[in-house]
């Protein structure tokens, strides 16, 4: 068996992993943006100038829920597509940068960090091996 089918399999499993990550963080990012959704719709139903209860600290008005989250799930998705484009590059044997940033990403706290945590200390252990990061192109 050659070097370069050796590595291959080698950074297989951790990228799929990578993969399955950033898609159940999808997945639970399209649940979060309906119910977001869903609650913009029932606080719409209260006039303009009324705020919505949400718990026992005070009232949150509707421009903080939306802006809280529109934000969260904009970093949900850059995390999502990051650690997504990270494993895809790493199963492909094709740019170690973005390989390697997809692996960092999918260890911070997302909406399924303890899948990604795991998948991200794997995956990184994998490409710091010299022999998978000189399997890259441009890696020496």
């Avoid at 977001?36 to 705020?51: C, Y």
Wanted: charged share 10%; with cysteine.
């Amino acid at each position: 068996m050659n070097e370069l089918t050796h590595t291959q399999r080698r950074v297989r499993l951790p990228a799929v992993f990578l993969i399955v990550t950033a898609a159940f963080n999808l997945l639970t990012l399209i649940i979060f943006i309906v119910y977001g959704l869903g609650m913009g719709v029932l606080i719409n139903i209260a006039p303009i100038d009324e705020q919505l209860p949400m718990d026992d600290s005070g009232p949150v008005s509707r421009l903080i829920l939306i802006a809280t989250y529109s934000v969260i799930s904009v970093i949900g998705l850059i995390f999502a597509l990051l650690t997504l484009r990270g494993g895809i590059n790493m199963l492909g044997l094709k740019h170690y940068r973005s390989a390697r940033l997809g692996s960092i990403v999918a260890i911070l706290p997302s909406f399924c960090c303890l899948l990604g945590v795991p998948a991200g200390i794997w995956a990184l252990v994998v490409l710091n091996d010299d022999a998978v990061r000189t399997a890259f192109p441009g890696q020496e």
